[in-house]
């Protein structure tokens, strides 16, 4: 079992930056891909990027492409992601979840293990 907890969210200006963090505890992630979702109301989950076991390789939906960073810290069993040029579309809870495998993966149904979020507002 791995256990995910969320944090870094918060309200910021359109424009800003926030950097979340995914800590996972249970077992050692280094064995397992790593992404990045959100969810705002009324719509579905969906995915913001992925990052391979050994972080040698990442993924991003185009909406984020070139604004956020995800990265990995497998010595801190930690998960990131750097979210810069926010705007008002990105507000929406943020998830992280974890998959046992070596590639990056963009479906959630994919996915093992997740967090239980955290909410990111963006305001105009």
């Known amino acids: 079992q791995v256990q995910l907890v969320e944090s870094g969210g918060g309200l910021v200006q359109a424009g800003g930056s926030l950097r979340l963090s995914c800590s996972a505890s249970g077992r050692t992630i280094s064995s397992y891909a790593m992404g990045w979702f959100r969810q705002a109301p009324g719509k579905e989950r969906e995915f913001v990027a992925a990052i391979s076991w050994t972080g040698g390789r990442t993924y991003y939906a185009d909406s984020v492409k070139g604004r956020f960073t995800i990265s990995r810290d497998n010595a801190k069993n930690t998960l990131y992601l750097q979210m810069n040029s926010l705007k008002p579309e990105d507000t929406a809870v943020y998830y992280c979840?974890?998959?046992?495998?070596?590639?990056?993966?963009?479906?959630?149904?994919?996915?093992?293990?997740w967090g239980q979020g955290t909410q990111v507002t963006v305001s105009t």
């Open positions: 979840a974890a998959k046992y495998g070596t590639r990056t993966y963009q479906g959630p149904y994919e996915y093992d293990y």
